[in-house]
């Protein structure tokens, strides 16, 4: 990114040149400085010319493992024809003087990167808002871009380092201390289906997990009751964004199967009076839920990005639920559908981290599952791209042996069961729990009442959906 000059803008940018000059002084004496230097700096953090050259010099030299003092440097600036164009020997020495210690080295190169990233966010804001006056851009793709931009501005400050064992250890610790006592095992957010957390031990923060199965299987009940039993049994605030339904008649579907009344009969105005008093009392738990629903439809990634980061900071969201991610769109200079497919998983994966709590989103199949004899999905099934299956932490199958048909693996009928396969958990072990499916409400439930008590709905001992 160019940098802002005085002659550009008609005022002088935010920089610090005699901090830089200290930077340099302290990188000549001391190859250490160096080392801390280019942690946090690279040439185009310095605002004058010259001290770039110079850097760049500095670690020229320290990279081949050469000394680099006022002698080496003048003679690998000499040899790249820079020298007279810093400002010559003199100038090269004289950077020493300003030294008071080498040991503040790290401090001052952190001067030197904030007015970077000053400088660097002038430079993306003129450009956009240049553009935005010609009006020659699309609106979507110049927002996007003006977002990429502010993303590697802030990318630069970023810069990791090392975490010694004695930290890591110490933190790991406080970790464990935690959850130390809970002998649910459920360490992260519930599901609320005891099986499938004892496998999991819930969602864990900064998971990606893809929920995937083919149609009419039941994918938006499924994730309906996660964002139902997190919200409404353990008091959890969920974000779900929803690109198919509406956010009614999602409700709909929540009210009818906490309600256990058949959605037909609802939608038509024929639900028994009675039925209809059952309703009207048990919607209360859902009225005080904490689950908030955007129903914008073809939402792009980036728009999906920003109202996630407000919802976490106005709401404190301990979970989001995608409804579903082949129908989000991705950026608009990508060759193929599988890359904007890519770039879409790798984004929610993004998210997951940044806001440090579980995505789930929900993923189509393609075909070839139904050639398969036992019609049992598995990874390679994820549909348009591999990228999905590399950047999710948890992959889940829901298969449902009745709609084909078939059996359960013991020979008994499968009517009613729907079986959850864990097909990727990458801290924790793969394989399938088995959960009750009640078609007429659409509502899933433990096949088995909780043994544990934090399953136990704080409304009484009904199971979970």
């Not at 990429?148 to 090392?162: A, D, H, M, T, Y």
């Not at 009344?261 to 008093?277: E, H, I, K, N, Y």
Request: glycine residues 6%; negative net charge.
């Amino acid at each position: 990114m160019p940098d802002v000059r005085p002659e550009s803008s008609g005022r002088i940018p935010p920089q610090a040149v005699d901090v830089e000059m200290s930077v340099l002084g302290a990188m000549l004496l001391e190859k250490e400085a160096i080392a801390r230097a280019v942690e946090v700096l690279d040439e185009t953090a310095f605002y004058k010319p010259s001290h770039q050259e110079i850097f760049k010099a500095l670690v020229a030299l320290f990279e081949k493992n050469e000394a680099a003092d006022s002698i080496t440097v003048v003679e690998e600036l000499r040899r790249a024809g820079k020298l007279e164009a810093v400002g010559g020997p003199l100038y090269i020495s004289d950077l020493t003087m300003h030294v008071t210690s080498a040991a503040n080295v790290e401090y001052h190169a952190k001067i030197v990167l904030e007015k970077a990233l000053l400088r660097n966010l002038i430079s993306a804001s003129t450009e956009i808002t240049s553009r935005a006056f010609n009006e020659n851009d699309d609106a979507l793709d110049l927002l996007d871009e003006a977002e990429n931009k502010i993303f590697q501005i802030s990318e630069k400050r970023l810069k990791k380092s090392f975490t010694s064992m004695k930290e890591a250890v110490f933190t790991t610790m406080e970790m464990l201390e935690s959850i130390h006592g809970k002998h649910s095992g459920v360490t992260g957010v519930p599901s609320g289906f005891t099986a499938l957390d004892s496998m999991t031990g819930g969602f864990q923060n900064s998971d990606m997990i893809i929920v995937a199965a083919r149609p009419s299987m039941g994918k938006t009940a499924f994730v309906l009751s996660l964002a139902r039993n997190a919200a409404v049994d353990h008091g959890k605030p969920i974000g779900f964004f929803s690109l198919e339904m509406s956010a009614q008649q999602l409700v709909m579907r929540l009210i009818c199967a906490e309600a256990r009344v058949d959605a037909q009969s609802v939608r038509t105005g024929r639900l028994p009076d009675d039925q209809w008093r059952n309703l009207s009392t048990r919607i209360g738990k859902l009225y005080n839920a904490k689950i908030f629903i955007d129903d914008t439809p073809a939402l792009s990634i980036l728009e999906l990005r920003a109202k996630a980061r407000r919802l976490k900071a106005e709401h404190d969201i301990s979970m989001i639920i995608i409804d579903y991610l082949q129908l989000m769109s991705g950026p608009k200079n990508v060759q193929s559908r599988e890359q904007e497919i890519s770039q879409i998983s790798r984004s929610l994966k993004a998210l997951a981290k940044e806001l440090n709590i579980p995505v789930v989103a929900l993923s189509q199949l393609n075909r070839a599952v139904e050639t398969s004899s036992d019609k049992r999905p598995m990874l390679a099934n994820l549909r348009e791209s591999g990228a999905i299956e590399q950047d999710a932490d948890v992959v889940l199958f829901i298969h449902r042996p009745e709609k084909y048909g078939l059996t359960r693996d013991d020979g008994s009928s499968a009517e009613g069961i729907a079986e959850i396969i864990i097909g990727k958990q990458r801290n924790g072990p793969t394989g399938e729990v088995e959960l009750a499916f009640i078609n007429q409400y659409a509502r899933f439930e433990n096949l088995a009442l909780p043994t544990f008590d934090e399953y136990a709905p704080a409304g009484g001992n009904e199971p979970a959906f």
